[in-house]
C-alpha cells in the first residue's frame, strides 16, 4: 500500500510562495489559458455555492469568482500556511469568497449546501484510502443535485506518451500519480455513489476534468 507521505500534493516554503509564478514560467504560460478554459467548462452559474478542497493560492477561486453573482460563494479549504496566506491576499477583494483552515481529510462544518466541489490538482495526490475520505466529504457538503467537478490527471498509459513527457512526468510526479493514472475512476466513483457524467480532456489527453453526480 502506498504511504501518504510520498504526496507531493501539501505544497510548501519556495514551491508555495511561488507556486502560480512556477506554473506560468514552467508551462511557458499555456497553463493560465488551459485553466481558464477549465474553468469556463465548469459551467458556473450566477448563485451557485462552491467548495473548492485544496484552494491552493486563490487563483481558481478568483476565476470563478468571475462567473459569480452576488448571491453566490466560494468556500476554499486549505491546510498549508503559505498557500493560505495567498489566498486571503488574492482573494480580499472578493466579499463572497472565504477561506476555512482545515484538512478536508477530516470531517467538513457543511451539510448538502453545495452545489459544486471542486478538486483541482489535488486528487492524486492521496492514497487511495484517503481519496475515498474525500469523496466522503465532498458528497456531505453537496446538494442532492450538486456535482462534483475533478480537475487533474485523466487516465492514460504513460508508455505511450512521448519521451519528453515520461521524463517530465516521472521527475516531477509522486508515486501516487502513477497509481492514480492507472484507475478506472468512472468504475471507481460508481462504487463510492457518483456517476460521471461529463469530461473534457487537455493536453495530449493527460489532464481531465470531469463532473460527477451524486448517484440516484
Ligand atoms: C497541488 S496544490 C493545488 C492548488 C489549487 N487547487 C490549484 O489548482 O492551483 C494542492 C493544494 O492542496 C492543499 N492540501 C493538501 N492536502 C490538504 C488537506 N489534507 N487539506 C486541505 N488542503 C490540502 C495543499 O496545501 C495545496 O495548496
Not at 36 to 56: Q, T
Not at 148 to 163: A, G, S, T
Not at 190 to 204: L, Y
Request: proline share 2%; hydrophobic share 45%.
Amino acid at each position: 500500500m502506498l504511504d501518504q507521505s510520498v504526496s507531493k500534493v501539501e505544497v510548501k516554503g519556495f514551491a508555495a510562495r511561488f507556486y502560480d509564478q512556477l506554473l506560468k514560467w514552467g508551462s511557458l504560460g499555456k497553463y493560465e489559458r488551459f485553466l481558464k478554459e477549465a474553468i469556463a467548462k465548469m459551467n458556473i452559474e450566477k448563485d451557485d455555492a462552491i467548495l473548492d478542497l485544496g484552494c491552493g493560492t486563490g487563483k481558481n477561486a478568483c476565476l470563478m469568482a468571475r462567473y459569480l453573482g452576488a448571491n453566490g460563494r466560494i468556500v476554499g479549504v486549505e491546510i498549508g500556511e503559505e498557500m493560505a496566506a495567498q489566498f486571503e491576499k488574492n482573494c480580499s477583494h472578493l466579499s463572497n469568497v472565504f477561506l476555512l483552515r482545515q484538512s478536508f481529510l477530516e470531517p467538513l462544518p457543511f451539510k448538502k449546501e453545495f452545489d459544486k466541489v471542486f478538486l483541482s490538482f489535488v486528487f492524486h495526490g492521496f492514497t487511495q484510502e484517503n481519496r475515498r475520505k474525500i469523496i466522503d466529504n465532498a458528497r456531505r457538503a453537496l446538494k442532492d443535485d450538486g456535482q462534483l467537478i475533478v480537475l487533474d490527471f485523466n487516465e492514460f498509459d504513460l508508455n505511450e506518451k512521448p519521451l519528453w513527457f515520461r521524463i517530465g512526468f516521472k521527475t516531477i510526479e509522486c508515486p501516487l500519480a502513477f497509481e492514480y493514472i492507472r484507475i478506472n475512476w468512472k468504475e471507481q466513483l460508481k462504487e463510492w455513489g457518483f456517476e460521471i457524467f461529463e469530461q473534457d480532456v487537455w493536453f495530449m489527453e493527460t489532464l481531465r476534468l470531469f463532473k460527477a453526480k451524486i448517484k440516484s
